[in-house]
């Protein structure tokens, strides 16, 4: 038996602003290792016997999802696009009946695509207990040893007495606390060992959470296996139908199933687990110097103390500060009390509320044929640094309200302008007027650099229209 790992990848990390954003969310930065969160994520399970894991994204993410797990080699993911956010119960749910469609006895190890582990070897041998435990029809949660008065993060409360030397019973689940009780269950932890931070990560036979869930919230299971029953295969995706799926209620895996079923069950996690959810936590898991503080890319200082500076572009100079928290983008830059992390998410709100763009919109895109950024954008002009795989093609296409001019930086390009073609090599450049049918793609080995001038009165990215694609994007 393999255990399928299933990967959560539907949060868009707010608390991280700016670097974390809606259409490039924090599971794929590189925040606490050099590789992405969510390839740490998968990564991880490397020591167990495991096959290939299911990933549940939005479809907005679902190429950069593709690029960033064969980057570590894995080419045949299950990618479950969901049509609507939902939250985690009718996700979860998706992705059981996908694993058991695969085998009917499958064990499925539910993980977000967002949190830290620093023991890795911690993490298996406790992955290993829950996987046993679970194949005796019990939903296993990961109690995390707390190490602080944590206000962030839910706890569960287990039955005294209860340990069977791999689990805990479950008495209860606690909403996040203020920090007069969490101090409380910190205490209770420390005499009585019966309180613990919630991971919001699970292992449990895909069966065993149908059955639960058939007898809590029948109606997602109906929703969700017609909605899967009715599902297309896009490339490497599974697309969900919409308006099954969109009947689903949007409602946790904690509130639908595991704080009612009696099947629930704890595995004690001392590993070094964070949620990096906020750049307060960020601070908790990474290396400091002997002032405390964590700088990242450019930055120079004098006289500071536990602060977290990060300049990737600009040189970013603090001086004198103590507790801060400082993030330099190329479209934004933050400046925060680091004890008040937690309240960037109402920043971004304001943001969104004004329709500013850096709100949830990332400079970097990827798409089924390469990536782009876009490295200068002006009142009607945006410029963008687009790199495009061996063999690969964007769109036959056209722009009813900009011109592009295409300056090749590297690598060969093929070329469609118009009712011509024809084969650009580096320092060469093309212009494409406006309303003019165009295309490129690289025909070598390869990658191709270019750069794209965009003007005109309208620059965003539905002012595109499509003849032709070998994606099957319209």
């Known amino acids: 038996m393999k255990l399928i790992p299933v990967v959560l990848s539907g949060g868009s990390g707010s608390r991280l602003w700016p670097l974390s954003r809606m259409n490039f969310p924090k599971q794929f930065l590189s925040l606490v290792s050099d590789s992405s969160m969510i390839q740490d994520t998968v990564s991880r399970l490397s020591g167990l016997s495991v096959d290939s894991p299911i990933v549940v994204c939005n479809e907005g993410h679902r190429f950069v999802v593709a690029e960033q797990l064969a980057k570590i080699g894995i080419e045949k993911p299950s990618i479950l696009l ?8 009718p996700a979860i749910v998706a992705a059981c009946l996908h694993a058991m469609a695969r085998d009917k006895d499958a064990v499925v190890a539910v993980l977000p695509a967002d949190h830290c582990i620093k023991n890795t070897d911690a993490f298996t041998a406790a992955m290993e207990k829950a996987v046993n435990v679970a194949q005796k029809c019990s939903l296993v949660t990961f109690g995390v040893i707390p190490t602080f008065a944590a206000t962030g993060y839910g706890y569960i409360n287990i039955t005294e007495g209860s340990s069977d030397g791999n689990s805990l019973a479950i008495e209860r689940f606690v909403e996040k606390p203020d920090a007069e009780t969490a101090s409380g269950y910190l205490k209770s932890y420390r005499e009585n060992g019966d309180f613990f931070w919630n991971s919001g990560m699970f292992v449990f036979r895909a069966e065993t959470l149908i059955s639960e869930m058939n007898e809590f919230e029948p109606e997602i299971v109906a929703n969700t296996k017609k909605s899967m029953e009715n599902a297309v295969v896009d490339l490497d995706f599974i697309r969900l139908e919409n308006d099954s799926f969109s009947l689903n ?5 904690d509130y639908a199933v595991m704080e009612r079923t009696r099947k629930g069950r704890v595995v004690p996690l001392d590993a070094g687990w964070s949620d990096v959810g906020s750049w307060s936590s960020l601070w908790d898991v990474l290396g400091k110097d002997e002032d405390g503080n964590v700088f990242r890319g450019n930055v120079v200082s004098d006289n500071v103390k536990n602060s977290f500076v990060y300049g990737k572009n600009r040189v970013v100079a603090a001086v004198g500060v103590e507790d801060v928290v400082v993030v330099d983008t190329k479209d934004a830059l933050l400046v925060a009390d680091r004890t008040r992390a937690e309240d960037v998410k109402k920043i971004v709100d304001s943001l ?15 798409r089924p044929w390469g990536v782009y950024e876009t490295i200068e954008l002006g009142s009607r002009f945006r410029v963008k640094h687009i790199t495009v795989k061996p063999g690969q093609k964007l769109s036959v296409q056209m722009h009813y309200h900009r011109a592009e001019h295409w300056i090749v930086v590297s690598g060969t390009a093929k070329v469609r302008n118009g009712d011509k073609e024809f084969i650009l090599s580096e320092n060469q450049s093309t212009f494409i007027p406006l309303g003019t049918v165009h295309a490129i793609e690289n025909p070598g080995k390869m990658p191709l650099e270019f750069i794209e001038v965009q003007s005109g009165s309208y620059l965003e990215e ?12 319209c």
């Open 352 to 366: 969104k509320e004004k329709g500013v763009p850096c709100a949830t919109e990332s400079n970097v895109g990827y």
């Open 249 to 253: 209620k949007s409602i946790s895996i």
């Open 462 to 473: 539905d002012d595109i229209v499509r003849f032709e694609d070998k994606y099957g994007r």
């Open 82 to 89: 969901e049509p609507a956010a939902r939250n985690t119960a």
